[in-house]
């Protein structure tokens, strides 16, 4: 549906049910036409449920993690984006096509960017049969070089696609299924979903370990077990579960996904550590932010903006409701703020006008993404990775929380959550919002401009704002981490737009070390707006 960023695959171990090669997974492969499935080609049977997955996954923990083979790397570098795109899954062949459920789901085949196998299997009454990979199962050019790969590839990831009954599209029409899809698992531990708006963006990952440490390389680890649960009747939701490893972690996973107007997650995880983790990242969020109406270098790119999130936003345990606008940095920065028992926090994109984009890709309509956490997650930070990007062809943002508590091998952990794919937070505050960033020059017009100050001017819109009396102005509360402010007032908008306001102020500061500022709108000692957390990089 949108434009696809590139994506890291790392090796995958091979692990089928029960243990045993792929080989051998063929040699027992049979034709079954069980229900929902239809022309595929299953395995053996083998009892399965979320209990024997977090066992075997506990297991693996103790093992040394092995990683696993690439099919014919030779062939699978030549299916790069291009030739990864001209390659289709056959409708006629997807898992569920008639029924039972909603949702058909169809597989990805390998490629450049996914170049390792991922066991897909359907649960059938409490038991498991792996679907077997067969080329017939995909459409593809006389020149792929997909067809030079044997008959036991395997696939690279699935998707669900949209209702066969006809989900309502964003203009009103109906949707066909063949043609459609609202949840991807590909690459990794990622996955995206559309949102209420029709558009693929920003992604989530299973867990992230050690992004942006100094001295220690990122560790990708995989999904490489997939169990897609039968569905029993035609509600909205369906079930997946997932395998986890990695040369540092195993885990067990059960996604419960609903598809109304927007998409909603329940996600229950239980970890196991082979190593120590310096940055165990829970519930990490990836997305792309390359530049906004913050600050734009002259003439980088056409367009007003390009991001698929403008910025963090967290609501803390405490109560209070933050919004951190996002940095394209000089360097990489990691930004860690302290909480405990968080209610919830996300990567959103609140600029929903075209006018700002100008793209066919609708970065207008890219979804934003919530966390809120299930039960008591304790103490720890949410932290903010952003790191340096000169395209948008490079997700450079994560969010995610990590606990307090050092990640060292041999511990387990549970975590529970709910993602909501949507354009807001599915709670919104009732404070006003901040909805731009601006940076300029310091000082005043018809006056030399000091060189060392920066204007900065943000917009609030919404909540107490809307019915402030007239002749009332609300005050503008800005601190600084280091250097001066000055210049500090507080403005409705001029453009007849009710609750809608902006704050102004220049800041002085010198050197090249990060300011940090904290700025929230208040009235007779009430808070009127959110705090706004800003990194400042001077330049």
């Not at 049910?17 to 079954?32: P, Y």
């Not at 992230?208 to 509600?235: H, K, L, Q, R």
């Not at 960033?437 to 060392?452: A, H, S, T, V, W």
Request: glycine residues 8%; proline residues 8%.
């Amino acid at each position: 549906m949108s434009r696809s960023k590139k994506q890291i695959s790392l090796s995958r171990r091979q692990l089928l049910v029960g243990g045993g090669s792929l080989a051998s997974a063929l040699a027992l492969a049979q034709v079954v036409h069980a229900e929902g499935t239809k022309g595929l080609t299953l395995g053996t049977a083998r009892p399965f449920s979320y209990d024997w997955l977090k066992e075997r996954a506990r297991a693996l923990a103790k093992e040394p993690y092995v990683p696993p083979p690439k099919p014919n790397p030779e062939i699978v570098q030549k299916i790069d984006y291009e030739e990864h795109g001209r390659i289709r899954f056959k409708p006629e062949y997807a898992l569920f096509a008639d029924g039972p459920g909603q949702f058909p789901v169809t597989f990805f085949h390998l490629g450049k960017n996914f170049p390792k196998t991922v066991h897909m299997h359907v649960v059938i009454a409490g038991e498991a049969k792996e679907i077997v990979y067969r080329p017939e199962y995909f459409n593809m050019p006389a020149d792929s070089p997909a067809r030079h790969l044997p008959e036991n590839a395997g696939f690279a990831g699935f998707r669900f696609q949209e209702s066969r009954k006809g989900h309502p599209g964003r203009k009103g029409e109906i949707l066909d299924w063949r043609k459609n899809d609202w949840v991807a698992f590909l690459g990794a531990s990622y996955f995206r979903a559309i949102g209420s708006d029709y558009q693929y963006g920003i992604s989530a990952r299973g867990i992230a370990i050690d992004p942006a440490v100094a001295g220690v390389a990122e560790e990708f680890p995989d999904f490489t077990n997939f169990y897609i649960e039968t569905p029993t009747d035609d509600s909205n939701e369906v079930t997946v579960y997932a395998l986890l490893e990695g040369p540092s972690i195993t885990g067990a996973y059960r996604f419960k996904m609903w598809r109304d107007q927007a998409v909603t997650m329940e996600i229950e995880k239980e970890l196991h550590l082979r190593k120590d983790v310096e940055r165990l990242c829970i519930a990490p969020l990836t997305s792309m932010y390359w530049y906004s109406e913050t600050m734009k270098t002259t003439a980088i790119d056409w367009r007003p903006e390009v991001h698929d999130s403008d910025g963090l936003a967290m609501w803390t345990g405490s109560g209070e409701r933050i919004w951190r606008p996002l940095n394209n940095p000089p360097r990489v920065i990691v930004s860690a703020f302290s909480d405990e028992r968080p209610r919830g926090f996300g990567l959103m994109q609140r600029d929903r006008s075209v006018a700002n984009y100008l793209d066919g890709v609708a970065y207008e309509r890219r979804p934003s993404l919530w966390v809120e956490p299930i039960g008591d997650w304790g103490k720890g930070t949410v932290q903010l990775i952003e790191i340096p990007t000169d395209d948008e062809i490079y997700d450079n943002i994560v969010a995610a929380w990590v606990p307090s508590e050092p990640a060292r091998a041999g511990q387990s952990m549970t975590y529970r959550y709910k993602l909501y794919w949507q354009a807001e937070e599915p709670e919104p505050g009732p404070l006003a919002k901040a909805v731009a960033l601006r940076i300029g020059r310091g000082g005043e017009p018809g006056k030399p401009r000091p060189g060392d100050r920066r204007k900065f001017v943000v917009e609030f819109l919404g909540g107490p704002l809307t019915n402030l009396p007239e002749g009332t102005l609300p005050e503008a509360v800005v601190t600084l981490s280091r250097g001066e402010v000055s210049n500090v007032f507080t403005e409705a908008v001029p453009n007849d737009v009710p609750g809608h306001w902006r704050a102004q102020f220049d800041v002085a500061a010198q050197g090249a070390d990060p300011v940090e500022i904290r700025l929230y709108l208040r009235l007779a000692g009430e808070a009127l707006s959110e705090t706004v957390l800003y990194q400042y990089h001077p330049f």
